[in-house]
């Protein structure tokens, strides 16, 4: 049998995960010229449709797109992959490689990383919303008389989106890629079909446009930038799933396919309304032939589904990543498929996505009024990225200071003008993603606090494990049979588990592990380093075991690897031992008391540690020690 050449099978493979690009990387910025041009001329703060401010406009939009995600995110920020992981948690964890833990460094990139990560589900609930809503909105043109069934339609699309995330994606995301193969195609379409018709709008491709409308219009200037925004938010996708597809196929979607396509677009739209100013209502859809417009109200619902989809995933894996790092409390994640296991879910952050975007529907009703909401977030998540990644270059990369805030303080320029420019959305809804991502940041950043303070109060007069041990040659308690694994974080002192069994119970098991959990600041660590056995006198054995912030932790899993080591458990003779605290408060001048008050409701309701770490049920026992804060 002839084999096909290795370079061939190469293009396959680069073509499909190009494809799978596609569908999931590039559905939140591949959907917003639904929105992005309308709300310029029409929206709740429109500027005069003059040929020179439609032109400007092209021009900010171009240069946006150019300077924020090309230059920006695909040449330089995917270079900051942890391991060939992006996102946000993978640059917290670059960031905080280099820091020692305790200084002022530390602690400012910790809690800048933590906003980062708040802006991120702020954007995450109205994008979801603004989408749906938007494309939904075609009914207003195809069909005026059915403009009342435009906010019905759009819950009821986004109740089933929410709904069915228990089934997975693996069905439905074998045709996002293709999906959105057809969408940027039609965009593309529509828009050369505009700009033949005036070819004209093509001269704001020059950068003379876009800095002559700003120099121009100071106050409409910065009124526009807020809207001009619209294009590039999705742009933190490209490098949140740079782990997924690799740098490669998304850089080449990128630049062959989806910029092309979004250019052509908005710049049908401006020939459009330099042809036509009354298009200004809803120009994406008056771009199409009348017979058209049915058929694109359907690709675009599909469009914006896949895009909320891939929201609401990136919700998902982010979260998960939150929680092995210590950011979050531990929630219940399902898996969704047998083969892919980043796909999860998670029932209780579904329903209050849920919940958060059917209120934003209600309370907004119109992709205008959305709009205002959208964008402060978004730009907010930009520019901690900015700052997160000048740390990166200098220390991981090792640019130096001079160098990297030389480069990135152009991006912060323009990013800073995006984030002043959104601060006047404020009154007129940027409030709701602004105040959804405080109450992120406080829960994130009171978890993240109170679990250190927490193990302070733990570690406190706890004994040495190793004295512990030779204590114990003096008067050695009845050893039972079996193995009994300890929990505990640090592997260096005696668990309270330990302590309470023997002082209740008066016996020890013949083989005693205790064992400790570190997930390290990298996605995954490889099946070689993943354990640490260290064998201590009486039987003892000490076990720490790595994971990687996107690992799934699965610690019988792990523990039978031991067996090389002369580890070996048998699973019906082995007993899990876990501590329970009861968490109460006192005023202190650690954190503030409605803080620490936080923090012991968050970890009254945390998931349980049986279940995340994968233990069987029947084989645990738990015993409970007070803890005052």
């Not at 709740?44 to 920006?72: M, T």
């Not at 435009?150 to 699309?157: Q, R, T």
């Not at 469009?303 to 979260?319: E, K, L, M, N, P």
């Not at 699973?571 to 650690?590: D, K, M, N």
Request: glycine residues 8%; proline residues 6%.
């Amino acid at each position: 049998m002839e084999q096909r050449p290795s370079s061939e099978v190469r293009g396959k493979e680069l073509a499909l995960l190009c494809l799978g690009a596609l569908g999931v990387v590039y559905g939140d910025i591949g959907t917003s010229p639904l929105y992005a041009m309308k709300e310029v001329f029409a929206g709740n703060h429109p500027i005069a449709l003059e040929p020179a401010n439609v032109l400007g406009s092209l021009s900010l939009f171009f240069w946006a797109l150019v300077i924020i995600v090309a230059v920006k995110y695909v040449s330089f920020i995917m270079r900051a992959d942890n391991r060939g992981e992006g996102g946000i948690m993978a640059l917290i964890a670059l960031a905080l490689r280099d820091a020692a833990p305790g200084t002022r460094s530390h602690r400012s990139v910790l809690v800048l990383g933590i906003l980062g990560a708040a802006m991120f589900y702020g954007d995450g609930m109205v994008t979801p919303a603004i989408s749906v809503l938007s494309a939904v909105e075609g009914l207003q043109i195809a069909a005026p008389a059915l403009e009342h069934a435009v906010l019905p339609v759009s819950l009821f699309i986004l109740f089933l989106l929410f709904y069915f995330q228990h089934h997975g994606t693996t069905l439905v995301g074998r045709a996002f890629g293709p999906v959105m193969l057809i969408w940027f195609t039609v965009l593309a379409l529509l828009g050369a079909r505009q700009i033949l018709a005036a070819p004209s709008v093509l001269a704001a491709l020059s950068p003379t446009y876009a800095l002559a409308f700003l120099f121009h219009h100071h106050e409409m200037a910065l009124v526009a930038m807020g809207n001009v925004v619209l294009a590039v938010t999705g742009a933190e996708a490209l490098y949140a799933d740079m782990g997924h597809f690799g740098k490669e196929p998304i850089r080449r979607s990128w630049f062959l396919f989806v910029l092309p396509a979004l250019v052509l677009n908005y710049f049908g739209q401006g020939a459009l309304l330099l042809r036509d100013p009354a298009a200004m209502q809803n120009p994406f859809y008056l771009m199409a032939p009348e017979w058209a417009l049915y058929p694109m109200l359907a690709l675009a619902t599909m469009a914006t589904v896949i895009a909320s989809q891939a929201v609401i995933s990136g919700a998902f894996s982010i979260t998960r990543q939150a929680m092995q790092l210590g950011f979050l409390p531990r929630l219940e994640v399902r898996h969704t498929s047998e083969r892919e296991q980043g796909q999860i879910y998670l029932p209780a952050l579904n329903w209050a996505l849920m919940a958060a975007v059917m209120l934003l529907v209600l309370g907004f009703r119109s992709s205008n009024n959305l709009a205002a909401a959208y964008g402060l977030a978004v730009t907010g998540d930009m520019v901690i990225t900015s700052l997160l990644a000048t740390v990166v270059a200098a220390r991981v990369w090792g640019w130096g200071w001079a160098r990297a805030v030389a480069l990135f303080a152009c991006f912060l320029v323009v990013e800073s003008t995006f984030l002043a420019a959104n601060v006047l959305k404020i009154p007129d809804g940027g409030w709701f993603p602004l105040l959804a991502g405080v109450v992120v940041f406080i829960v994130m950043l009171t978890w993240q606090q109170g679990r250190v303070l927490l193990l302070e109060r733990l570690e406190g007069g706890r004994m040495p494990l190793v004295r512990f041990i030779e204590s114990l040659r003096g008067g050695m308690p009845l050893r039972v049979p079996g193995t009994a694994v300890f929990l505990n974080a640090n592997p260096e002192r005696v668990p309270h588990a330990l302590l309470h069994n023997l002082m209740h119970n008066k016996i020890l098991h013949e083989r005693v592990v205790i064992a400790s959990v570190q997930f390290e600041d990298v996605p995954y660590v490889p099946p070689q380093e993943r354990l640490e056995i260290k064998v201590l006198p009486e039987n003892f054995w000490q076990v720490i075991v790595h994971y990687g912030f996107m690992d799934e932790p699965d610690l019988p899993a792990t523990l039978m690897q031991a067996a090389s080591e002369g580890l070996e458990f048998e699973p019906l003779a082995t007993s899990w031992f876990l501590g329970r605290e009861t968490v109460l408060t006192r005023p202190g001048p650690e954190m503030p008391l409605w803080r620490k008050r936080v923090f012991v409701t968050l970890h009254r309701n945390a998931g349980s540690v049986t279940a995340f770490f994968k233990i069987p049920p029947n084989r645990v026992v738990e015993l409970g020690t007070q803890v005052i804060l």
